[in-house]
């Protein structure tokens, strides 16, 4: 798990420098989108019935507001939605970077 060096907005986009000197540059639309929290993603049940989640909904106006660090190995962002609960790992943040 390689950490952020430095993340900043540039317009909507969150942009991160990695230790190893890579780039990263994500929308803001597609973190909200991506997010793994239950009301994001849903729950599949033991049978593998999706459950909830908000597949399909519009992003493309939320920003994001803030962030914060959890531990040595994600972030929370705070959008414009009022959503709040995903949490985003290095290695997912770097994943979604790369597509």
Do not use: C
């Not at 929290?37 to 599949?44: D, F, L, P, Q």
């Amino acid at each position: 798990m390689i950490p952020p060096k430095n993340m900043q907005l540039i317009g909507s986009e969150l942009a991160i420098v990695w230790e190893d000197g890579e780039e990263s540059y994500i929308a803001s639309s597609k973190l909200r989108a991506h997010s793994l929290s239950a009301s994001v993603s849903g729950e599949k049940d033991i049978f593998g019935a999706q459950y909830g989640g908000e597949s399909g909904k519009d992003y493309s106006q939320v920003e994001i507001e803030s962030w914060t660090p959890v531990g040595n190995y994600a972030f929370r962002f705070h959008f414009s939605d009022g959503h709040n609960t995903g949490i985003y790992s290095y290695d997912y943040l770097r994943k979604l970077g790369n597509q």
